[in-house]
């Protein structure tokens, strides 16, 4: 019953920004008992793992891959996350999707087998 919707993504040029949002909607989701995570996939490749927030505690988590470059944060009233991204690199280039769940570990940072509820993608492109 849950609806995930993100947007903000396009095509940027290396080094550029970009800020993604993703918001649930559905009467079960609460951020006490749901984590919500960011992933991407490019072509060819597997789903990757980007950043999310823990349950309950709503902390922060992120891959190695992004390299201290993006930061995920929330609008706890909107039911909205938000990713950052910054100093965009070429090899960022995929499609970003949203996705929550409840059982998760209490850190969210996990397979995407994990989640459940999934949005259907904003494409990020970084390309001079």
């Known amino acids: 019953q849950l609806q995930v919707v993100e947007s903000g993504g396009g095509l940027v040029q290396p080094g550029g920004t970009l800020k993604l949002s993703c918001t649930v909607s559905?009467?079960?989701?609460?951020?006490?008992?749901?984590?919500i995570g960011w992933f991407r996939q490019a072509p060819g490749k597997e789903r990757e793992r980007v950043a999310c927030?823990?349950?309950?505690?709503?902390?922060?988590n992120y891959a190695d891959s992004v390299g201290g470059r993006f930061t995920i944060s929330r609008d706890s009233a909107k039911n909205t996350v938000y990713l950052q991204m910054n100093n965009l690199e070429p090899d960022d280039t995929a499609v970003y999707l949203c996705?929550?769940?409840?059982?998760?570990?209490?850190?969210?940072?996990?397979?995407?087998?994990?989640?459940?509820?999934w949005g259907q993608g904003t494409q990020v492109t970084v390309s001079s």
């Open positions: 559905g009467s079960a989701f609460s951020w006490d008992l749901y984590a």
């Open positions: 996705a929550t769940d409840y059982r998760v570990v209490r850190k969210c940072l996990v397979d995407s087998l994990f989640y459940r509820y």
């Open positions: 927030i823990d349950r309950g505690t709503g902390s922060p």
